[in-house]
């Protein structure tokens, strides 16, 4: 993290929350910091454009808890947050600065837990309250005034929360709060759907910019890998056998994904466990908690699962599979190097996907160099190695405790010290492999990329044939032509979703999208006949659940 002069107590901080601070160990504010909280202080609504990874939680945190009054038992403030796992690590840190202000308190309020508990605690008088949007409104659903004492409201990866569909809960939540609340949102970018939310509901808002696309990366070092796509398990094993590593966090794209590699590698002896969006809450944050206190080492998530995730403990991040765009690279690698950490980012790139490589280079001004993968003398060298650091402690004082047992057990076995050594040493390695040829024979990497590649196309060609799910189209409205994306309800996919996409990468106003329909293996969505051409081409590289959007023209004949 950058860190400039001043220091936190010129900034006007609460005592008792600038004790918090010193105790924590930070002593300068970041960028975005110094610039934040006296605007938040004077009770401004402010815009801040800003990174993940360059401190915007205490940014917010801070301020709005110096503002906050411990003898009022009711909600004074809400954070709004896109998923589960970035609403408890805001939670945490709210918790973390307001240590020093006793009566203050805070719930995390997120889909996948009992809502009881949440609505009790905030009805007790929790004055911080950390959410999703979802859960949210499930909640005013069930008391419409939940919200009606909240006077600071912050959207946290406000752009986020519009790809993921949140647009119509946001607008239920705006109306159920004062309207003479501070109003404070944080985007990493200002496409025209975050600035007309903007635009409606903040008064006069201050402006904050940082330019952090290579400040969040620049602490950590990246290398990538060509490997064909059917060696990747092979990959992943050759590289941790190589790695010092303390903890890691492996992406890839599919929930089953996770589960295939977690089971491969624990197979293999290493202590991991996958995370994705299908595992209950209470198992996600044991899993997380595993990995903060050593009982896991590997955790093997997705992009939406291991969003918020920070783990002191992860000194690398694999990209099994390549992101969908750079911000997700740098949202992944993000999650080492953290707060002035070092961090090891290591990505495996197949033939195809030499290009996004090169637009993540470009993107992040940083060159990723390539590495050569470990060859089976390498793997060699790193086992001997390791065996070598958990033995050299043993041997100092061994011959002393255990001469005499040495010298009873070759005469009863009728066996030389050295035979008597190496079948202990085959018993403490569990048999595992020690000369190169048996590395050799246990980790092939044959060359062979084409089944992939060729199940790829065929999978492209059937999308283009689902043409045949048909139903009757609803009759079009003057001025709007009719589109279609291959993306139906068997990927995931929900109205809400298209809409959200469509309105964070186009540039539309709410009311210039006509109706959705989304049928099993497709969806067609009204959009303005005029500049369609223009939208198509600014909306080609949209990716909605995670899948690319590929919206065209649709020819009903």
């Known amino acids: ?225 060509l490997v064909h796509a059917d060696q990747k398990h092979s990959a992943v094993l050759r590289l941790l056998e190589v790695e010092e590593f303390d903890a890691l966090i492996a992406f890839v794209r599919t929930k089953q994904a996770t589960l295939d590699l977690a089971a491969a590698l624990e197979a293999k002896g290493y202590k991991a466990a996958a995370l994705n969006g299908d595992i209950a809450q209470n198992q996600r944050e044991r899993v997380i908690d595993s990995l903060k206190d050593g009982r896991l080492d590997i955790v093997v998530a997705t992009d939406v699962a291991a969003r918020g995730l920070d783990v002191p403990r992860i000194t690398h991040v694999m990209n099994v599979d390549m992101p969908y765009d750079p911000e997700s690279y740098v949202h992944r690698i993000g999650r080492t190097g953290r707060a002035g950490r070092t961090g090891r980012a290591l990505l495996l790139v197949t033939p195809r996907e030499r290009r996004m490589l090169q637009v993540i280079e470009r993107v992040t001004g940083q060159k990723v160099a390539e590495v050569r993968l470990p060859d089976a003398a390498a793997v060699l060298t790193a086992r001997i190695k390791k065996l070598t650091s958990s033995l050299a402690p043993l041997v100092a004082d061994a011959e002393a405790t255990h001469g005499d047992l040495l010298d009873r057990l070759t005469a009863d076995i009728g066996c030389s010290p050295r035979a008597l050594a190496a079948a202990l040493l085959r018993k403490a390695t569990n048999g595992q492999a020690l000369t190169l040829a048996e590395v050799e024979r246990e980790q092939p990497l044959v060359p062979n990329s084409a089944p992939r590649e060729r199940s790829e196309r065929s999978g492209e060609r059937s999308e283009r044939g689902d043409v045949r799910e048909r139903r009757a189209p609803m009759p079009l409205a003057d001025g709007r032509a009719r589109c279609r994306t291959a993306l139906g309800a068997r990927d995931g996919i929900a109205a809400k979703n298209l809409l959200g996409a469509i309105l964070n990468e186009g540039g539309l106003a709410r009311e210039a999208i006509g109706r959705i329909q989304v049928r099993d293996s497709f969806s067609l969505v009204e959009l303005p006949e005029d500049g369609l051409e223009r939208l198509l081409t600014k909306l080609k590289d949209t990716r909605v659940a995670g899948k690319q959007l590929k919206l065209r023209r649709y020819r009903e004949d």
């Open 1 to 225: 993290m950058t860190q400039l002069s001043g220091g936190f107590a010129a900034l006007g901080l609460h005592p008792n929350i600038l004790a918090a601070v010193i105790a924590t160990g930070y002593e300068e504010p970041s960028a975005i910091q110094l610039q934040s909280i006296p605007v938040i202080l004077d009770g401004h609504d402010m815009i801040g454009q800003a990174q993940t990874g360059t401190g915007k939680t205490a940014a917010f945190a801070l301020p709005i808890l110096s503002r906050i009054d411990p003898a009022k038992r009711e909600p004074q403030a809400l954070i709004l947050a896109p998923t589960r796992e970035l609403a408890l690590q805001v939670a945490t840190a709210f918790e973390t600065y307001a240590k020093q202000m006793p009566g203050v308190n805070v719930v995390a309020v997120y889909g996948g837990a009992p809502m009881g508990p949440q609505l009790k605690a905030i009805r007790n008088g929790a004055q911080i309250v950390v959410a999703t949007p979802g859960r949210l409104v499930d909640h005013l659903r069930r008391d419409e005034k939940v919200l009606s004492t909240v006077q600071h409201l912050v959207l946290d990866e406000a752009d986020e929360m519009l790809k993921l569909g949140f647009m119509d809960d946001l607008e239920v939540i705006f109306k159920a709060m004062p309207e003479t609340r501070q109003s404070v949102l944080f985007s990493a970018t200002l496409p025209h759907s975050i600035r007309a939310i903007a635009e409606k509901h903040l008064r006069n808002p201050k402006h904050v910019k940082i330019e952090t696309k290579t400040q969040t990366v620049t602490a950590i070092e990246q290398a990538h890998l």
